[in-house]
């Protein structure tokens, strides 16, 4: 049901009961992220950095700041970020669609930002693909600034990273 009530019930009893955890990912989770990023529509993931070995090296190179959200067991919010000791960076940022619009997006970005800045880090930026309505209205909810002033290029070194959209 879409009633407003039952929505915020629903959330309410999510956090409320402590079901919803916010923690560090760790490569343990690799398998429910992975499923996560696989029912998002729109999600574009790539054959060598989304994999297993791939996700654990970039967790192994910026430990403890990228973030998931668990209900009952159950990945249903993740985020990998880390940054290059000037510049922190979110990726994959996702909520399951059920279990948006209750603050759990928010929730992970606070953690990533709060575990960045403990690593000295003063800014932080993220890419969005122009067609992602649903992401782009939750940055600018939030407060994030959208850059005009300048061009974003990709150079790749590895044409066998396929990259593939869900639909």
């Not at 690799?30 to 967790?59: N, P």
Request: proline share 1%.
């Amino acid at each position: 049901m879409k009633d407003g009530k039952v929505v915020s019930s629903l959330s309410e009893d999510i956090m409320k009961e402590e079901k919803m955890v916010i923690r560090a990912m760790t490569i343990e989770d690799y398998d429910g992220v992975y499923a996560l990023w696989c029912k998002i529509s729109g999600f574009a993931l790539r054959s060598i950095d989304d994999s297993r070995e791939g996700v654990e090296r970039f967790i192994k190179r910026n430990p403890g700041i990228s973030v998931v959200a668990e209900y009952e067991g159950q990945i249903v919010g993740a985020i990998l970020s880390g940054h290059d000791g000037r510049r922190g960076c979110l990726y994959h940022v996702c909520v399951d669609a059920k279990f948006r619009r209750m603050k759990i997006g928010t929730k992970m970005v606070v953690f990533c930002m709060e575990a960045l800045k403990k690593e000295k880090i003063s800014k932080v930026s993220l890419i969005a693909f122009t067609k992602n309505d649903i992401g782009n209205a939750f940055w600018n909810r939030i407060g994030w600034t959208q850059r005009l002033d300048l061009n974003y290029y990709d150079f790749v070194l590895n044409t066998e990273n396929i990259v593939k959209f869900n639909e």
